[in-house]
């Protein structure tokens, strides 16, 4: 069986604020506070290929660094995206796209948006998609963007950054997930979310299991705790890894 093995270490590059190595990603800042410091936000900024604030995500933007930062492009509905904000930007040069449908949210739109871009690059692979502000607020929001891991699985790796938890699904299969402890951890958790069960196999954690059953009602995985920087978890369906995270 193959080995999917998580070695995106923007984590790593986080931590050394140091010139990101990995795959290039898109940053799409949700529209939730930004709270990173200026470090951190500096870092995941100056490296990403292509940044896209997801409607309101661009008052917080604004908000927050008065104008430093300039996105590309800002997409949405724009119910939540401020009069001033929209003036300040547009003069800026950055494109603003009302897409109205009320069938998606905004950070699908941004995520459709993304997928255009690679059409017309004629880009055969997918870039990785780091959404920022997916884990914190509205409960419905939080699961609608947990969702999308789910629907855009065999498309792209998401990856859901807050302060506090980085968030990614691991399909089926078998996994290496590189963890740098420095400021991943020390808890972790794996949940079943979406399927009606999973049979999970860990090791690297303080509370292994093997072959055991997980879903919720009967036990899940939370509050369980880093012990080696690879962690390896084998998972009959697709579940969702989360770990704490402590920038310093
Ligand atoms: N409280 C929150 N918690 C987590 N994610 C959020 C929250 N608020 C917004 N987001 C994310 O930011 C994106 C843009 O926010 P926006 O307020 O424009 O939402 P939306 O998609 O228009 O939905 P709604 O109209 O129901 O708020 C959302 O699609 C969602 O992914
Ligand atoms: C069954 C169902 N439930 C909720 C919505 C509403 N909705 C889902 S995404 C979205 C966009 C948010 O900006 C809105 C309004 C729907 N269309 N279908």
Redesign the pocket.
């Known amino acids: 069986m193959e080995v999917v093995t998580f070695n995106w270490k923007f984590t790593e590059f986080l931590n050394k604020k140091d010139h990101f190595k990995g795959s290039p990603y898109i940053l799409i800042i949700?529209?939730?506070p930004i709270q990173y410091s200026n470090d951190i936000f500096h870092t995941l900024w100056e490296n990403a290929y292509l940044r896209i604030c997801?409607?309101?995500?661009a008052n917080h933007l604004y908000d927050e660094f008065k104008g430093i930062y300039i996105p590309h492009y800002i997409r949405?509905?724009l119910?939540?995206l401020r009069d001033d904000v929209r003036h300040f930007f547009h003069s800026q040069g950055t494109v603003i796209q009302l897409e109205s449908g009320q069938e998606s949210?905004?950070?699908m739109k941004c995520i459709d948006l993304i997928s255009i871009k690679e059409e017309e690059e004629e880009k055969s692979s997918k870039y990785d998609v780091l959404a920022m502000?997916?884990?914190?607020?509205?409960f419905d929001?939080?699961m609608?963007?947990i969702h999308y891991l789910y629907k855009l699985k065999d498309e792209r790796k998401i990856y859901l950054l807050s302060e506090k938890n980085l968030i990614f699904l691991l399909d089926k299969g078998k996994h290496n997930i590189l963890c740098d402890r420095e400021i991943e951890g020390p808890t972790c958790g794996i949940l079943p979310i979406g399927v009606q069960r999973a049979i999970l196999t860990t090791t690297g954690l303080k509370w292994n299991i093997t072959n055991v059953t997980s879903s919720f009602g009967v036990m899940i995985s939370t509050s369980n705790i880093l012990i080696n920087d690879v962690i390896t978890i084998e998972t009959d369906v697709p579940v969702i890894w989360t770990v704490e995270l402590q920038f310093k």
């Open positions: 949700l529209n939730q997801a409607d309101g995500g949405g509905d119910d939540s949210t905004d950070f502000g997916a884990s914190g607020g509205r929001h939080i609608s963007n």
